[in-house]
């Protein structure tokens, strides 16, 4: 099955799905919104700080931050979030990584990038498999710094102060050196600031960490070009948590035994599959590529067979 055969009319999932991802984009982001239309939209706020979407809380459009982000600054302040988990593992439970696919401000801008025409890459599957890796390292690194921290301050605050202290940003800002929105909505306008006021680039490199987070995320935000959702394959931290849970959701992706003709007489599934995910590898009861799955629903709106369902429970 060649991908030219696939006609418009099977893109029509992906053309609601950019539709409905831009709508979020300008919502989340609702100081867009007000400075456009000179409105007060603050009510929002409160509802938009819960989502569940990787987002700096110095953002200085939303103003918000994702539930993740909630969940580990409650861990710097010696506070163990068991509301917000369950939250967290609700929304996987019933939605599983739909708001990866659908909403997130991250998503959309990494989709953006990968519209521009080019032949797209792939990675070797070791490789591809190793990455994968890296955002559980993350959240491991992270586990081991905070976890700690929140029991300290019951038992031992100024042992607590102390500690907190030691990690530095770690303690006020725990994903923000992970976070790709805090890059793009706060360490890049600054810098562009910055650099626009001294008419030099001293600012870029005043601090050898911003310095190469810059570097590393423009090289990210490029590479997001040929590789599609680069950034949430192999880094975001709110992927590495909702990929561990998302297998036992409730919402999942299925291929019939029955139409599906697999790899070698078709597999155009796993070809337009942004997060190079082996489909045709997984049960046909369910797929999620191992919790990778965003649920962007290529795979199902370009099979030639109709094999791919989606089901509930």
Not at 93 to 115: E, H, K, S, V, Y
Not at 121 to 142: A, D, P, Q, R
Not at 237 to 260: G, M
Request: hydrophobic share 45%; aromatic share 16%.
């Amino acid at each position: 099955m060649n991908l030219k055969d696939i006609h418009i009319k099977n893109h029509l999932v992906t053309i609601f799905r950019h539709i409905i991802q831009i709508i979020a984009f300008i919502l989340i982001n609702y100081l867009i919104l007000e400075f456009i239309f000179k409105i007060n939209l603050k009510a929002l706020e409160n509802f938009f700080r819960i989502l569940p979407i990787l987002n700096s809380p110095r953002n200085p459009l939303s103003k918000g931050a994702g539930i993740t982000e909630y969940i580990f600054f409650s861990f710097t302040e010696g506070i163990i979030p068991v509301f917000l988990i369950g939250i967290f593992i609700l929304i996987i439970l019933f939605t599983n990584r739909f708001f990866c696919g659908w909403i997130c401000p991250i998503g959309t801008i990494q989709d953006a990038c990968a519209a521009i025409p080019t032949n797209k890459k792939t990675l070797k599957i070791s490789t591809h498999n190793s990455l994968l890796k890296l955002k559980y390292i993350v959240i491991i690194i992270l586990v081991i710094l905070l976890i700690p921290l929140a029991l300290t301050k019951e038992t031992n605050i100024t042992y607590y102060l102390e500690f907190r202290a030691s990690i530095g940003d770690f303690g006020d800002k725990p994903l923000s050196y992970f976070s790709l929105s805090e890059y793009i909505f706060y360490f890049f306008p600054n810098i562009a600031i910055n650099v626009f006021q001294t008419a030099s680039l001293g600012p870029l490199f005043k601090n050898f960490l911003v310095f190469f987070l810059t570097i590393f995320y423009l090289i990210i935000i490029v590479l997001s070009v040929w590789y599609p959702r680069i950034y949430c394959r192999y880094i975001c931290p709110f992927a590495a948590l909702s990929s561990t849970i998302s297998s036992y959701s409730f919402l999942k992706l299925s291929r019939s035994p029955v139409r599906c003709l697999g790899r070698t007489e078709c597999g155009v599934c796993e070809k337009v599959c942004p997060k190079q995910i082996r489909i045709l590898d997984e049960p046909f009861e369910f797929f999620t590529g191992k919790g990778e799955c965003n649920y962007c629903l290529k795979c199902k709106e370009v099979c030639p067979h109709d094999a791919i369902n989606i089901k509930f429970g």
